[in-house]
């Protein structure tokens, strides 16, 4: 069943309300890169996440979501999402997701990066450049009314190109007061993607994640949230969130000094 959209589609003011999450959040992330090295935990990303989110009197979604208990995700090496920051410090050749999402006057920013940390493999470098390359793929073939599907045909089509697999359990999703709402965003198109539109108004995530072998997961029983992947090979991601105008998307959590498209890592 197609859902009435019309309440997706936001107005002139709304969508200045997700600018400005999306530019905050965008800000932390900003903030964030140069602490990324070897030798921090991931628990004290962590906390420089907290700390910054509320000191711009901000809030991190993450912070009691379904019983999660910080304020982002640390995905490393063969974690694919929702790692919990932990003392874990960051070692040379590791690679990192480091996911935030700030709620600003109600409305949502979600983005992602995966970085990498010193003298990282070929593998770690390949699966990561398709991971953004994917991303970016996707979001710029994206036209006002197209269906949802689009993102996951460029996102595959990427992926396959180098040998990589896409994971189809996770998926991008509608935001805006929000964090979690229709539509569903799988990167691997499906019956329902098909038929769903990105209608101007409409703000969603775009967010591949890409295993250098099999696409499938296992959530970490213990922990009940760490989701890695089956064979322990490395995984990578990257997330923007996207506005659709009348004109084209709108990616509204580009970092000023952040990779932009076509970025070589
Ligand atoms: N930020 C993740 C996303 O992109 C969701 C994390 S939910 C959490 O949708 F509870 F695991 F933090
Ligand atoms: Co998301
Ligand atoms: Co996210």
């Known amino acids: 069943m197609l859902q009435n959209h019309r309440k997706l589609q936001l107005t ?14 965008s800000q932390l992330m900003d903030y964030l890169r140069p602490h990324i090295v070897a030798g921090i ?16 009197k901000h809030q991190p979604a993450t912070l009691g979501y379904h019983g999660y208990s910080k304020s982002c995700c640390t995905s490393v090496n063969e974690v694919i999402c ?6 874990y410090v960051l070692q040379n050749g590791d690679i990192i997701n480091v996911d935030i999402t700030s709620i600003v006057d109600g409305w949502h920013g979600d983005q992602s990066e995966t970085f990498m940390i010193g003298d990282v493999s070929e ?22 009314g197209c269906t949802v599907s689009v993102i996951g045909d460029n996102v595959v089509a990427e992926a396959t ?12 999703h509608g935001l805006g007061k929000r964090f979690h709402q229709y539509p569903n965003i799988p990167h691997v198109a499906d019956r329902q993607s098909r038929q769903e539109r990105l209608l101007p108004g409409m703000c ?28 322990g090979k490395l995984s990578a991601q990257f997330e923007h969130t996207v506005l659709m105008r009348e004109d084209g998307p709108e990616i509204l959590t580009q970092c000023p000094n952040g990779p932009a498209r076509g970025h070589r890592f």
């Open 12 to 25: 002139e003011s709304q969508r200045d309300g997700m600018r400005r999450a999306g530019r905050f959040n």
């Open 82 to 87: 929702h790692g919990i920051p932990c003392p």
């Open 123 to 144: 593998h770690a470098r390949a699966v990561t450049q398709c991971a953004f390359d994917a991303m970016h793929r996707a979001i710029a073939a994206l036209e006002p």
């Open 161 to 172: 190109a180098r040998g990589f697999s896409v994971v189809r359990e996770y998926v991008g």
């Open 41 to 56: 935990s991931t628990l004290e990303i962590d906390q420089l996440v907290h700390e910054y989110t509320l000191r711009h």
């Open 204 to 231: 969603f995530t775009v967010e591949p994640m890409i295993n250098v072998g099999t696409r499938f997961t296992k959530l970490d029983s213990k922990d009940g949230w760490t989701v890695r992947t089956r064979d």
